[in-house]
Every structure is written in C-alpha cells, then in structure tokens.
C-alpha cells in the first residue's frame, strides 16, 4: 500500500524531519533538486532552453526559486516571474530567493502576459490553499488562469499539487493544468482525488520525510491476497454462496448483472430470489445460477422470507436490492433483512433508496454490513445537501460513522471506509465504467470479495472488490471506452484476477 497524507499530515512529517536535525533550508534544496532534475528531463536536454518559474511568496515558491538556481547552473535560461513581491518572503522562501538572486537569476514581477517558454513551473500555491478560496488576490488568481486552459504551447511542472487544487478536497477553483506533479514524500490526498488532466503525471520524489497517514491506495500485491482462492479440495460452496434479492418485472436485468459479477469473481453458488419474470431472465442469461421464483407478483415484499429459510441457512452473504423498485413493499422488505437476516450484508441501488428511517437504521448489525451508494444517495441517505457530498472523503467517513457500516462511495476514485474511519482510495477504472449496469456488476465483485474476507480484513476486502472491478473495465475497454457494457466489465474479471496474481508472484 502507499499513504496519501493530507496538508496536516504533511507538515507534522516536515516538522518532525527539521526536529530530527534536518533544516528546513535543506529539505528546500532537496525538493528544487527534485523539481530541477524532472524539468531536465520533460524538455530533454538543457542548452537552449527556456524556464520560467512562476512564485507565489510561501513555502512552494521558496522550492521555486531553489529549483531556478539549480536549472540555472545546469546552463538552463531561466527566470523567476514573482506574483508576490520578495519583500513578503519569510524564513526558508526567502533564504533560496536570496541564494537565486546571487546565482543570476532573473526575477521580474507578473504582468499576466503569455509566458514564452519551453517548459513553466508552478509555484504559486502548495498545499495551503484553503477551500474557500475567496481570499485569494487577483493576481494570484490570473496567475494560475495563465496556466490553466491558455496557457499556450508551453510544458507546465507543478511543484507538490497543481495550484487551484487543494491539497486535501482537490480541485476548488479552475486549475492550473500540469504535464508533470513532483510532489514530496507523499501524494497528497486532493492530488489523487483531482482529474488527472490537472495533475498530469504525479512523481513523488524523496528527499528525506518519512510520511504516515490514514489514508492508503491499494495495491496490486495487496489485492492479490485478498482475491478469493480456491485450494485444490474445493467445492462449489467452499467459495461462497451469495443470495442475491433483487430485480422487479420493471427492472429485471440487473439480478442478471449480480450473480455474473459475482460468479465470474469467483463465487461458487449463487441464488437469486425473484419474480417470475427477473427467474427467466437470470435462467436465460446466468444458467449457472440458482433462480428461486418467490412470490406471484412483480416486485418482492417481506413476505418471501419465509420461503428463503432453507436457502439463508446455507449462504454466506446477502444482496439487497439492485432492480428493487421503491415502495411500501421493498422497505418493509428491507427492514426485514436487516433485522431478521443474521448473515453479512451488502445494500446497493433500491436497497438503499428503499432503506426506511436513514442511514443510523443500520447501526448496531451484529454482521457485516456494506453500502455501496453514488454521491447522489448517499447525500438522501445523510438528509444532506448533495453540494455536501462533494467532499467525497469526508462524506464517505461520516456516513461509515453514522451507520457502523463498510462504506463504498462510487466515482472517480471511489473511496472505501470502515466503521474503524480505516479508508482506502481505488486507482482503478474510468469512463469506460460510467454506464448503465456497472454498479451491479461491482455489487457482484464486492459479495464474492466480503464473503470470503481473509481474517476478517472486510474493509480492505470491499477495497480490493472495487479495485479488480475497476482494472476490469480498464481491460474491458483496451481498444476503446465507446460501446462497453456492464456484461463486458463481468466477462473481463477472471482474465483481471489471473493478471493481478501474475503481476504479484
């Protein structure tokens, strides 16, 4: 796994390096070295070219003016262009400003014209811009428009997150947009959570602080020993057995979608109960599956769990809801399962809109319960503002504490969060995902996943369901994102999970 700190988290790592005899001068030398090597290296070559270091008066634009002397002595043209002026430099910024101008560099103030060069840096904001970005003055703020959408021909490197983002929520404002983030010891959180087409490539580049914080990215060697394995004398039970309540006459393909995420994850049995309907519609698409026709009418209601006894005595873990519908029925149906039903459970789709007095209704579960809700639900969930739920972090972590639940909030880096506040962030997928049918698919990854849980590790097995998921779609789509399909993301997981355990050996 690798960290993603927050802003805090950054300066308490910095803090202990200078408080362990490293200066902070020192760690400002580090990382314009960092930033002068990569700059070499985006324009290949030294002689000849042209760098303009745009600086704002913090600590971001002290690694500015250190990377300006360092590309200076490399034979590079370059020049500061300060937004800021030096006067309102302080301690390690002012240091390095000092030690450029001694080098010969030039440093001019911002006029806000084009910037002629062969590459541009960035170091207006790190990580301290605030999410209210109200305060920030007009020529910062032309500053990072420069190098957002007009920013011309040139190749722009930003230094530790690309300003207009923040360092903890992502983007607050319109960007600059980078080829290239070189940040330091870390990636930070808002880094990941922003569309790579601001951040570009992010390097991370050590220069000596160790960086711990709550936030990990999974792996492919993590995922791999968190895939379900079948030793040699396995049966088809051994690998779980999902029961999955889903589909109504109205919406009865997405029962199909859940047992074939769930079989081709690598589950051994899985039942459906259903309408009629939704039954020959599974039978036609999923043969391998096990329908259970359990009421005459064309939607489920709580009534069907008398007749399910037998087949919830023998399964590991529940689906509820994905093709549902809403109504009286379905949430008298969901409170039932709650309630009644003493297995791991997972909600999803109508299971959730369906879910009557709020998100607490789940706290206090004996077993395992996951919720796998898009912004949009979780916000009704919360009886929240969906502007809210834009911090998805924070959201994703108040709805795991509210609810006692493992918590998995779909979209661009989905994130994953448990009852302990434990929280991953998923690398994994794109728009090839952003299509009907996905979600239930990922709903059949994430019940074969958590009901073979190695140890209990049932956060990170929810996290690593959402990973294989992800990189599925990414090969789903391997010759283009236009046309895939949520049954084309469930035929690509065996070939995902055999690439994730080669990859890992």
């Keep these: ?31 314009g070295r960092a930033v002068a090597r990569t700059a070499i290296r985006m324009m290949e070559g030294r002689y ?5 270091v745009v600086c704002g008066k913090g600590n971001n634009a002290g690694d500015g003016y250190a990377a300006a002397r360092i590309l200076r002595r490399e034979g590079v043209a370059v020049r500061c262009i300060a937004i800021a002026p030096p006067s309102e430099l302080a301690g390690a910024a002012r240091y390095h400003y000092d030690l450029a101008q001694k080098a010969g560099v030039s440093v001019t103030p911002f006029d806000g ?20 970005p109200d305060g920030v003055p007009e020529e910062y703020f032309k500053a990072i428009q420069l190098l957002g959408h007009d920013r011309g021909a040139a190749l722009i490197l930003s230094i530790d997150v690309p300003s207009g983002i923040s360092g903890e929520f992502g983007p607050i404002m319109s960007p600059v947009h980078a080829d290239v983030t070189v940040t330091f010891g870390a990636e930070k959180v808002g880094t990941f959570l922003a569309p790579p087409e601001y951040t570009g490539q992010v390097e991370i580049a050590d220069i000596g602080i160790k960086c711990e914080g709550e936030i990990d990215v999974l792996e492919r060697a993590n995922v791999a020993d968190l895939m379900p394995h079948r030793p040699i004398d396995s049966h088809k039970r051994s690998s779980g057995s999902v029961l999955v309540i889903a589909g109504s006459d109205a919406m009865p393909g997405a029962a199909a979608l859940v047992v074939r995420g769930a079989m081709r994850a690598g589950c051994g049995y899985v039942t459906v109960a259903c309408t009629e309907k939704v039954g020959r519609i599974v039978n036609e698409l999923c043969p391998e599956a096990l329908v259970q026709v359990v009421t005459s009418k064309d939607h489920l209601d709580p009534s069907i769990l008398e007749r399910l006894s037998s087949v919830i005595e023998r399964s590991t873990i529940v689906v509820v809801g994905p093709g549902l519908g809403t109504g009286d029925d379905q949430s008298a149906l969901v409170r039932a399962v709650i309630g009644e039903v003493d297995l791991p459970l997972i909600l999803d789709a109508d299971g959730l809109n369906a879910l009557p007095g ?12 996951a919720i796998t809700p898009h912004p949009a639900e979780l916000a009704r969930l919360m009886d929240a503002n969906p502007n809210e739920v834009d911090d998805r972090l924070g959201a994703a ?3 795991a504490r509210r609810s006692g639940c493992e918590v998995l909030l779909k979209g661009f880096r989905t994130v994953i969060v448990g009852p302990d506040s434990r929280t991953y962030v998923n690398p994994t997928g794109g728009p090839e995902l952003a299509t009907a049918g996905t979600g239930d698919v990922l709903t059949g990854v994430v019940a074969t996943f958590l009901g073979s849980s190695p140890d209990e590790n049932y956060t990170e097995s929810v996290a690593a369901a959402a990973y294989i998921h992800g990189l599925a779609g990414s090969l789903a789509a391997e010759t283009g994102d236009q046309g895939i399909v949520a049954w084309d993301v469930a035929e690509a997981l065996p070939r995902t999970m055999d690439l ?5 050996s």
């Design 500 to 504: 994730v355990r080669s990859d890992a």
């Design 358 to 369: 709020g998100i607490e209704h789940l706290q206090g579960r004996k077993r395992v319960t």
């Design 113 to 132: 014209n084009e910037l002629d060069s062969d590459l541009v840096i960035d170091a207006i904001y790190g990580t301290g811009l605030t999410p209210r």
């Design 1 to 31: 796994m690798r960290p993603l700190v927050t802003p805090e988290e950054m300066a308490a790592a910095e803090k202990a390096a200078i408080d362990s005899g490293t200066p902070v001068e020192e760690l400002m030398d580090r990382a």
């Design 48 to 52: 000849g070219k042209k760098v303009a």
């Design 397 to 399: 972590r108040a709805a």
